[in-house]
């Protein structure tokens, strides 16, 4: 059984709308994560979250907004999509945020494409 | 090297050959991670390597870390087909675990 599940798998908005990505994990874990993967570029750190709060914010922008409404869950709320967002985001976990020697765990990825 | 390249490397080697990836990083660190991505799925560690661990083996992998050049390397002995993937170096920064991924090294293996 997978343990982060991320919905949907892949999703296509429109310039200008709003989309939420969710991610439920299954692992027992404090802390969660949002990356984002683009074609050109390596993975890059957006947020970390800590018994559901907020710990560290990487986005520029704050159209990218974390909602967490249980500790396993950690979605991201994305609003006034531009195609530049096209990317694959990323949701993870570790047992807590504490430390650099935490592994990291990465769900599938939601697959975003912005017409 | 992963970092300071602007584009995802790509090597192609044939199975049963050996291969090292290298990876620079800029800031300090104590641990570098390795991470495996196949493709369509998320990335996952293969290995992690401290500062007071010059090397470390986990079957067929093996991590260096030189702290004094900010370097790293990961090499697969004797590598099979189900190897090809793409590996990331990452660094942890001391704020709240955050990964810094260098650009990845995209590995073919070919029968």
């Known amino acids: 059984d997978p343990k982060i599940i991320q919905k949907p798998k892949y999703l296509v908005a429109v310039t200008g709308s709003e989309k939420i990505l969710i991610c439920e994990q299954y692992?027992?874990?404090?802390?969660m994560y949002w990356y984002r993967q683009s074609a050109k570029k390596p993975l890059e750190f957006m947020f970390s979250?800590?018994?559901?709060?907020?710990?560290d914010n990487q986005t520029a922008s704050s159209r990218f907004q974390p909602q967490s409404s249980k500790k396993n869950h950690l979605d991201l709320q994305i609003t006034a999509l531009k195609p530049d967002d096209s990317a694959t985001y990323f949701c993870a976990s570790s047992q807590d945020c504490q430390g650099n020697y935490a592994e990291q765990f990465f769900g599938p990825g939601t697959r975003l494409t912005v017409l | 090297s992963q970092w300071g390249e602007e584009n995802l490397q790509a090597l192609s080697i044939q199975e049963g050959e050996d291969v090292t990836m290298n990876c620079s990083y800029k800031?300090?660190?104590?641990?570098v991670h390795w991470y495996r991505q196949d493709s369509g799925r998320g990335p996952a560690l293969i290995i992690l390597i401290r500062s007071n661990e010059r090397e470390k083996r986990s079957g067929r992998l093996r991590a260096t870390l030189d702290t004094s050049s900010q370097s790293s390397s990961l090499s697969i002995t004797a590598a099979q087909c189900e190897d090809t993937a793409v590996y990331f170096c990452?660094?942890?920064?001391?704020?709240?675990?955050?990964?810094?991924f260098g650009q990845g090294t995209s590995l073919s293996v070919v029968p």
């Open positions: 979250y800590s018994y559901q709060k907020l710990m």
């Open positions: 692992l027992g874990h404090n802390a």
């Open positions: 800031t300090y660190t104590t641990v």
């Open positions: 990452a660094t942890a920064s001391s704020s709240f675990s955050k990964l810094v």
